[in-house]
């Protein structure tokens, strides 16, 4: 039973596209996150959303935007994309966001902007 | 399939002790690298420090090191004189230098007390 799956785990397109990765939990939690893995294995978080609500909206460009139809789903679009988008994107979900709670990580997509 | 496994979930020591964390990972490749990444309630992932399989040495970042031991798949981390702001879930990883791909452990959820 997969906890977090992403869709793609691959994707390939070029510059100027728009993309969508899809992420979905079946565990019930009310939180879900993405985060954007950047060359030296670092992990910057992206969004949050809980119950379908936005938590957590770093500073990322408006050209990402996440969306979320229920709280088991939380898609990430990214319109115009740039060679710098060249990245592993990875879903997150846990119970709650109130308390530190343990998280289950997708198992990422890999993103190549050319 | 690789998986990593954080055996405690929760953990509390008093300000200025050590405290270790355990971290067991399960693959049949040999070179791979190992993460420990600290997560703050503001739900960034910050490297503490890494580990690739081939060294023999542990790694060691100031107060941080691990205990690497390659054949009993075991990657524990050490916290010395720990202090509040270690108040953290920690995540193990891993990550396989054939695909790039990471794993993560579900987290130690560790309070430092005052």
Not at chain 1, 84 to 105: H, I, K, N, P
Not at chain 2, 53 to 81: C, H
Request: glycine letters at 4%; aromatic letters at 12%.
């Amino acid at each position: 039973d997969t906890a977090v799956s992403q869709t793609p785990k691959y994707l390939v397109t070029q510059m100027g596209n728009d993309k969508s990765i899809k992420c979905e939990q079946n565990l019930g939690h009310d939180t879900m996150y993405w985060y954007k893995q950047d060359s030296k294995k670092f992990l910057k978080i992206m969004f949050s959303y809980n119950n379908k609500e936005l938590i957590i909206n770093e500073t990322v460009p408006n050209r990402f935007s996440p969306k979320s139809p229920d709280k088991a789903h939380l898609n990430l679009h990214i319109n115009s994309l740039e060679l710098g988008d060249s990245a592993v994107y990875f879903c997150a979900s846990s119970r709650t966001m109130t308390d530190l709670y343990e998280q289950y990580f997708g198992p990422g997509t890999r993103l190549t902007v050319t | 399939a690789q998986t990593v496994t954080q055996s405690q979930p929760e953990m509390s020591v008093q300000e200025a002790e050590t405290v270790t964390l355990s971290c067991t990972y399960d693959t049949s490749e040999n070179n791979y690298y190992l993460f420990w990444y600290k997560q703050p309630p503001s739900r960034q992932m910050i490297l503490v420090i890494r580990q690739e399989a081939y060294k023999q040495q542990n790694a060691t970042e100031n107060r941080f090191s691990v205990n690497f031991q390659k054949a009993a798949k075991s990657f524990s981390l050490k916290i010395s004189d720990s202090q509040l702001g270690d108040t953290a879930m920690y995540f193990c990883a891993f990550i396989s230098n054939r695909d790039d791909k990471i794993i993560f452990g579900k987290g130690t959820r560790l309070h430092i007390l005052p």
